[in-house]
Nanobody, 117 residues
Framework: QVQLVESGGGLVQAGGSLRLSCAGS????????MGWYRQRPGKQRELVAG???????TYADSVKGRFTIDRDNAKNTVELQMNSLKPEDTAVYYC???????????WGQGTQVTVSS
C-alpha cells in the first residue's frame, strides 16, 4: 500500500512563493511517475507538473517558468516550488503516483493553496 502525505499549502499574496512537499511510503514510490495535480473551483483536476521514474519532467503551459518539480528517491519525496503565484493558481493541490502521469493510482489527501490579489 502506498501512502502520500502533502504539506506546505497556505495563503499567499500574488507574486509570492510556496513550496509543497509530498512524502511517500513504500517501494512503489521509486519506480512510479509522480505528479502534482490541482483542482480549481468548478474545474476538473489537472496535471500541473510531473516527473517520471526516469527523471523526465513535464509542466502545464500555465505554470511553465514559474513552478519546478523535484523528486528525491532517497527520501521518497517530491516537491513543487511555486513562484510568481497568481490568483488563478488557487486550488487544492494533490500529489499523485502511478505508472503514468495521466492516471495516478494513488493520491494524497490534498493541500489548499490560496493566492490573494
Amino acid at each position: 500500500q502506498v501512502q502520500l502525505v502533502e504539506s506546505g499549502g497556505g495563503l499567499v499574496q500574488a507574486g509570492g512563493s510556496l513550496r509543497l512537499s509530498c512524502a511517500g511510503s513504500g517501494s512503489f514510490f521509486k519506480i512510479s511517475d509522480m505528479g502534482w495535480y490541482r483542482q480549481r473551483p468548478g474545474k476538473q483536476r489537472e496535471l500541473v507538473a510531473g516527473v517520471t521514474a526516469g527523471g523526465k519532467t513535464t509542466y502545464a503551459d500555465s505554470v511553465k517558468g514559474r513552478f519546478t518539480i523535484d523528486r528525491d528517491n532517497a527520501k521518497n519525496t517530491v516537491e513543487l516550488q511555486m513562484n510568481s503565484l497568481k490568483p488563478e493558481d488557487t486550488a487544492v493541490y494533490y500529489c499523485g503516483s502511478g505508472w503514468v502521469l495521466s492516471t495516478p493510482r494513488y493520491w494524497g489527501q490534498g493541500t489548499q493553496v490560496t493566492v490573494s490579489s
